[in-house]
């Protein structure tokens, strides 16, 4: 069964940090290019971090580029999002994807963690 748990979520105050992990199992987590998307409250869910299978390459939205760093721990099955500085415009719910695609058949395979609320409020 395939599985996305994410963890790490809550309420952070302005101006600090927090650590979001994503707990994958039910499929060969080290083939999977992962990322993490947000939803904010009335606004389309946007991509926000990614980083390859192999963990070398990372990308980043405007939005928390300088402020964020993705990485990923192969032997534990596990990607993480590290977010400093955080501010009320961070609030929404952040979700976990895993994707693969199959280089033979070019077939797309995308799972989705069920996300965790993150609200920045003082």
């Known amino acids: 069964q395939v599985q996305l748990v994410e963890s790490g979520g809550g309420l952070v105050q302005p101006g600090g940090s927090l650590t979001l992990s994503c707990a994958a199992s039910?499929?060969?987590?080290?083939?999977?290019?992962m990322s993490w998307y947000r939803q904010a409250p009335g606004k389309e869910r946007i991509l926000i971090a990614s980083?390859?299978?192999?963990?070398?390459?990372?990308n980043y939205d405007d939005s928390v580029k300088g402020r964020s760093t993705i990485s990923r721990d192969n032997a534990k099955n596990t990607v993480y999002l590290q977010l400093n500085n955080v501010k009320p415009e961070d609030t929404a719910v952040y979700y976990c994807?895993?994707?693969?695609?199959?280089?033979?058949?070019?077939?797309?395979?995308?799972?989705w963690g069920q996300g965790t609320q993150v609200t920045v409020s003082s």
């Open positions: 039910g499929f060969t987590f080290s083939k999977f290019h």
């Open positions: 994807n895993a994707r693969w695609i199959i280089i033979e058949t070019l077939e797309e395979i995308v799972y």
């Open positions: 980083i390859t299978s192999d963990g070398i390459n990372t």
